[in-house]
């Protein structure tokens, strides 16, 4: 339609841009600095003896000596009306465009010529009309002064909102000029307030997660401000305590997954909206008496003790129902194993054990020698992983799984310490992930408080680190 107005967008907030209708508009230097300095003016009408000294540096001349610098002036208006219009009468390329060099239709209804009587006589003066959504500045000092004044959601969002449109120090191109001074220091001191309200209702709203990466900016940029200081410490904290007995926290980093490894300090039975797992030997015994065949203090005797009160023959009915349908490997004699139980299945063998509402998997990673010493090696333990996961998949209810640091106990795998058994099971999780999009929302690795200390978690951050790299590298 004829005369109608380009979409303009003008981004102050950051280095200089220009947009006409999506499409961005290059500019010479010397007409941006006439647009800088007309932004600058607030929408006020500039004359152009000012013009002169802020954008070309010239110093005033008598008026019938300066008629050269005037129509360098008139030049970069008609330039920059060009550009704000592009499509107007005047314009390159546009229909009905005059011939006549200095012609300045286009884009005077951005770009108004305007007079102003001085003392001097009639002096030319240029105003730029921008609406407040085409300039961004503008754009973003209502969205905060509306923000300011909202409730703390409102307010977060509208915040958010405006914090993204900066993309830099405001007029960048011009920084620390006379004519820029006072409308930087009004976008910056409106940025700084925007940021401390955002901090104050993130935190009001309890996402003290959302306030972190703020306060950390403004910290930084105020290193003296013992407010912003104490503001940021009071978040890690908050953010800190949160974690609780939470060690390590990632996200699996792979297409349509949506499971976290999380590494915490505590008890395994602790863990009560979890499926658990336990390690068992390839005779599933549970006896305990005397400590002869399996440890008081093993977590198969805690098993029987915490979660069957006692009752060991209910435990040991229902992993019988379970190995039903599974092969045994070989039996033992009474001679050669007069303890314990003596049919041995095999290693890798996992027995999904239902207790009040969720599963226990007792799964086969070690062998129980005749001599009542329990053996496995590197091989077994991702053996038995894989079957575990298997298991979990088809009967894990999608639930979160807790799993103990297996092979860190009697039955220890002697070529791997307790983080790299620690990394071993975060990797077989990640495999198994690959083929079981719903395996669980959360694999929670449980390490004893008493352990931690031996335990080195740096394995399983390279594995996760590894990952990522390896994924982006993919790309």
Known sequence: MAGARARIRVKVLGPVQLEVDGVPVRLTPLTVRLLVRLVAAGGEAVPVRQLRRDVWGLADEPRHLDQRNRNEVQKRVLELRRALAPGAPGAPGAPGAPGAPGQDSAGTHVLRTEQQVTVQGPETAYRLVLRPEELDSARFTAIVNDALLAPPATAAHRLSEALSLVRGRPLAEVNGEGFAVPFVRRLTTLQDAARRELVRVQT????????????????????????????????????????GAELLRHRVPLDGQRADVVLVRGDLFDQADCNLVIGFTDTFDTETAEDLVISRESLQSQLVDRLFAGKRRLLDDRLRAGLRAVKPVATETVRAKPL????????????????????????????????????????????????????????????????????????????????????????????????????????????????????????????????????????
Request: glycine residues 6%.
């Open 204 to 243: 009001d709203l309890g996402r003290p997660e959302l306030a972190l990466p703020v306060a950390e900016l403004i910290a930084h940029e105020h290193p003296d401000d013992a407010e912003a200081a104490r503001v940021l410490d009071a978040l890690r904290a908050e953010l800190r305590a949160r974690h």
């Open 340 to 475: 314990g139980r003596r049919v041995r299945y095999p290693v890798g063998t996992t027995v999904v054990v239902p207790v009040e509402g969720r599963r226990v998997f007792a799964t086969a990673y070690s062998r129980l020698g005749n001599d009542l010493v329990a053996r496995s090696n590197h091989a077994d333990l991702r053996l038995s992983l894989e079957s575990l996961w298997a298991s979990v998949a088809v009967n894990g209810l999608f639930k979160p799984v807790a799993v103990p640091l297996i092979g860190s106990g009697l039955a220890r795998v002697t070529d791997l310490d307790r983080g790299q058994l620690a990394a071993l099971i975060v990797d077989s999780f990640i495999e198994a992930c690959r083929r079981y999009p719903a395996l669980t929302p959360e694999l929670r690795i449980v390490i004893l408080p008493q352990e931690l200390a031996r335990t080195d978690l740096t394995p399983v951050e390279q594995r996760f680190e590894d990952l990522v790299l390896g994924l982006r590298a993919a790309d």
